[in-house]
């Protein structure tokens, strides 16, 4: 299994100002996901964080908006950049270890607590 | 593409049993299958890979079907520990899950 820290837990923040969520894993990982879930709603992944390379972005998320950093297997970061009333969510970091019946990737994911952002 | 999940919500007595429902259109690699309670991380169930097969997790089960891209989760004699929101996710490559909008479960005494 594996345990991920996330921080801040929550923050409020002024509509133009940038932010930068990390996230910490308790063991080397395969994969590691960024999502965000508004209240009640479904979880939308935003981009997949790569080892040392640039993160892989869903359709409608782009990095000038949301930089993402991977420097080695237990760590990452999210930026949300220039933020406005809009880009208020629970940010969550998520990680896959890899399963001895699955391909790389598909095992099971790990979630952290999560970063509620409040714009202003 | 995000996965149908049906039923939107679902309200049981204790005791009862549930069925949740998730198709995709598309030609799926794996399903899995989540729980996340009121202002809680997901936590995982279980997985099914192609292949039809079915497994079980205490009194949850859930099954794949490959050709109708369908899964399906099966909660019998519920508790009330069992509320929460169920999300399946679905795998069309295995490098990412994609979540369907999720199935509110509500358990009464």
Known sequence: ?120 | QQPVQSPQAVILREGEDAVINCSSSKALYSVHWYRQKHGEAPVFLMILLKGGEQKGHEKISASFNEKKQQSSLYLTASQLSYSGTYFCGTALRDDKIIFGKGTRLHILP
């Open chain 1, 1 to 120: 299994s594996a345990v991920i820290s996330q921080k801040p837990s929550r923050d409020i923040c002024q509509r133009g100002t940038s932010l930068t969520i990390q996230c910490q894993v308790d063991s080397q990982v395969t994969m590691m996901f960024w999502y965000r879930q508004q209240p009640g709603q479904s979880l939308t992944l935003i981009a997949t964080a790569n080892q040392g390379s640039e993160a892989t972005y869903e359709s409608g998320f782009v990095i000038d908006k949301f930089p993402i950093s991977r420097p080695n297997l237990t760590f990452s970061t999210l930026t949300v950049s220039n933020m406005s009333p809009e880009d208020s969510s629970i940010y969550l970091c998520s990680a896959s270890l890899t399963s001895g019946r699955l391909a790389v990737g598909a095992g099971e994911l790990f979630f952290g607590e999560g970063s509620r952002l409040t714009v202003l």
